[in-house]
C-alpha cells in the first residue's frame, strides 16, 4: 500500500473520530502499538491537545518496568518509491512528564527483513515536558531496501504526541540525522533494545 493511500485513509478515519465529543479516541487502524521490556503503554487520538483538527496520535505509559521498557506507534509501508532516496520524516512534538525519552523514528529493512539504516532520535530524544516543537529524522534509504517503518517512540514513564506528519524525500543538501559517530539505538529480534556505533553491523 502506498504512503498517499495510507494517509488519505488514515484522514477519513481522523475525520470520523473528530466528530467524536470525546477528548481522546481510539488511534485509526494503521497506527499499531507495541511495547516492550515489561512495560505497557496506551495509544489514542487526542482531540483537546492536537494542533490539527485531525488530531493527535499520543503515546502513554501505563505501568511496568521502566528500566528496560518502551512503546511505541508505527506504520509500515513499502520502500519502492524511497530506496536510494533521501527520505525525511517529520512531525509536530509535544511531551509531558517524560522520565526516559521520546521521539520520532525511521528504520529500513531489506527483502531478508534485516535493518539497513536506523534512527530514533536516541541522542537527542525528548525529555521531561516541552511544548510542540517540530522534529526530524533524515536518512538515506539504500537500494536493497524493502519495507520502511516509522513512528512514535517513548522509553519510560510520560506521555508524548505528534501531529502534522510529513514523508517526504530530499535533496541531498539535507543533512541526515544519523552521523558524526554518535550511538544509536534498534530493536533486536528478540524485542530488546541494542545500543551501537553507526559503523557496527545491524541485525
Not at 495510507?6 to 494503521?30: C, G, K
Amino acid at each position: 500500500m502506498q504512503l498517499k493511500a495510507i494517509f488519505v485513509a488514515a484522514t477519513m478515519a481522523f475525520a470520523v473520530a473528530a466528530w467524536s465529543s470525546q477528548t481522546d479516541t481510539p488511534l485509526p487502524p494503521h497506527w499499531q502499538l507495541e511495547s516492550s521490556g515489561g512495560t505497557s503503554y496506551a495509544g489514542k487520538l487526542d482531540m483537546k491537545t492536537a494542533l490539527s483538527a485531525q488530531g493527535a496520535p499520543s503515546l502513554q505509559y501505563l505501568d511496568g518496568d521502566i528500566s528496560e521498557g518502551w512503546g511505541d506507534l508505527h506504520q509500515t509501508i513499502s520502500a519502492r518509491n524511497y530506496a536510494g532516496k533521501r527520505v525525511r520524516f517529520s512531525a509536530m512534538l509535544k511531551t509531558e512528564d517524560v522520565l526516559g525519552w521520546g521521539g520520532l523514528w525511521l528504520r529500513a529493512d531489506n527483502h531478508q527483513g534485516k535493518t539497513v539504516v536506523f534512527d530514533n532520535m536516541y541522542t537527542r530524544g525528548l525529555k521531561n515536558s516541552n511544548d510542540w516543537q517540530r522534529w526530524d529524522v533524515v536518512l538515506d534509504i539504500p537500494a536493497d531496501a524493502e519495507s520502511l517503518h516509522f513512528g512514535l517512540l517513548l522509553a519510560g514513564k510520560g506521555r508524548i504526541w505528534m501531529d502534522q506528519l510529513v514523508f517526504e524525500v530530499v535533496d541531498r543538501h539535507t543533512p541526515q540525522t544519523l552521523c558524526c559517530g554518535k550511538p544509536l539505538v534498534q530493536h533486536k529480534p528478540d524485542g530488546t533494545l541494542q545500543t551501537l556505533a553507526p559503523d557496527e553491523p545491524t541485525l
